[in-house]
């Protein structure tokens, strides 16, 4: 499952938020869960 969020800070420039949740399937160990966040800026020049 994931959530993404952009901010456009200007037609040049934006910030990407992800938020990634994991569910691990596991035979031999219980199953979990794994969460992931990421952060990226992109500029355009």
Do not use: E
């Not at 800070?9 to 990421?38: E, M, W």
């Amino acid at each position: 499952m994931t959530l993404g969020v952009n901010w456009y800070l200007n037609n040049y420039a934006k910030i990407q938020f992800n938020d990634i949740r994991v569910f691990l399937d596991s035979p031999t160990h219980r199953d979990s869960t794994c969460d992931i966040f990421g952060l990226r800026a992109q500029l355009l020049f």
